[in-house]
Structure formats: C-alpha cells, structure tokens
C-alpha cells in the first residue's frame, strides 16, 4: 500500500520567492494534517483538514501561509514570499477512525517530509 | 486541553540492554496514546497505539507501552536494545472525540546506543 505521498522532497529557493508543497494522503483517511519540523521549535502543527475542510489553522505562523485541500486525494502548503526562518522540515500526515480489534480510535501515518531551505 | 511531556531529552543505553522511555500526559479523561520513532532523515513511524482495554501494549520492533492511569504515563520499554533502534522518540496524545483527530507530540527523547 502506498503512504502518504510528499512532493518534493528537497526544496532549495531563494528569499521572497513563492513555496509550494505538495501532499497525497493515504487513500480513503479523511483527516489530514500539516506539521513543521525545526530543531528549534520541535515539531509544530500548522493545520489539520477533516472531510476536506480546515478545521484548525491556529498553528499557520502568519499570513504569507496558506493550505488548501480541494480534494480527498491532494493538498498543498504554500509559502509566499518564503523567508529563511521558514527553513524547516514539513510533513504531511493522514489518518481515519476506525475499528481496531473492536476498539475504536485513530492513528495519524506520515510523509517522508519535505527539507525546505530558503536562502 | 492535552499536554504530554517526555521528561528526558537524551537518553544513552548499551547495545542489549533493557530501554524505558517516559511519557506523561494530561488530559481530563482516558486520551489515545501513541509512541513514534523517527530516524534521522525520516518521517515519524507508528510504533505502537492505545486505544482502551489492556493496559499493555504490544507494538513493532519488539517494543511495549503500559498505561498506568493513576500515573498519568504511558511509558515505553524494550527488554533488550539493538544499535538499529538509535532514533528520536515522540509520545503523543489525542482526544476521543472523532472529526477532532489533532494529536498533541511531546517534544522527544533522543536515544543513543553504545557498544
């Protein structure tokens, strides 16, 4: 089965210029989640999406973020104009609740990442 | 709202020996409990999960969990370490509350193996 899909992984551009990450949660998983990494800060929630609709955006830093997700199967983070304290690691993550040996309950299952690097 | 906290930030264990990572959480009933690894470079890996039921745990590459209510802890453990389990290590927690699956990560403990 395939995982949660992040495109690109590495991504190298210069101050000002517009960012755009790209993720394909794991098929059927309604909930998707938008995180920032930094050895600073740790790891950050950015935005989640439930059924397609953002839930809560109280983590996106400031307005030069945005996230849409137009569709089950897609979502992106954008970053415009990106800045180098914007340097970081992303990773999107999926999840659905389920049944578990009769339980139920949820897990989230994330991307590879994407390395941003603003210079 | 939930908090967790991984009290240690750095832990250095032998090669064979047993682990026990700490979690705390707070939450003001029975939360989902959940431990990650990530390995450098790599995103985080679900290694284990606490729904309800049975205290203890079984999860992926040989390691446990117990919840322990009255402690509010969900501590890791692994009976004998292996120079591949080097990684960092998150405890996470979420409400039971569906269309709300936001989890909330400790801030990890990294985890060295020596010789």
């Known amino acids: 089965d395939a995982g949660v899909i992040q495109s690109p992984r590495h991504e190298v551009t210069e101050m000002g210029q517009e960012v755009t990450l790209r993720c394909k949660p794991i098929?059927?998983?309604?909930?998707l989640f938008w995180y920032r990494q930094t050895m600073m800060r740790g790891l950050e929630l950015l935005i989640y999406?439930?059924?397609?609709?953002?839930?809560?955006d109280s983590g996106m830093p400031e307005d030069r973020f945005s996230a849409k997700m137009p569709n089950a199967s897609f979502s992106t983070l954008k970053i415009q104009p990106s800045e180098p304290r914007d340097s970081a690691v992303y990773f999107c993550?999926?999840?659905?609740?389920?049944?578990?040996?009769?339980?139920?309950?949820?897990?989230?299952?994330f991307g590879p990442g994407t390395r941003l690097t603003v210079t | 709202a939930q908090s967790v906290t991984q009290p240690d930030i750095h832990i250095t264990v032998s090669e064979g020996a047993s682990l026990e990572l700490r979690c705390n959480y707070s939450y003001g009933a029975t939360p989902y409990l959940f431990w990650y690894v990530q390995s450098p470079g790599q995103g985080l890996q679900l290694l284990l999960k606490y729904f309800s039921g049975d205290t203890l745990v079984q999860g992926i590459k040989g390691f446990e969990a117990e919840f322990k209510r009255s402690q509010s802890s969900f501590n890791l453990r692994k009976p004998s370490v292996h120079w591949s389990d080097a990684a960092e290590y998150f405890c996470a927690v979420g409400a039971r509350r569906y269309g709300n699956e936001k989890l909330t990560f400790g801030t990890g403990t990294r985890l060295t193996i020596i010789p």
């Open positions: 999406f439930n059924n397609n609709v953002p839930i809560d």
């Open positions: 993550a999926s999840s659905l609740a389920h049944l578990d040996r009769g339980r139920s309950g949820y897990e989230q299952y």
């Open positions: 098929s059927g998983h309604n909930s």
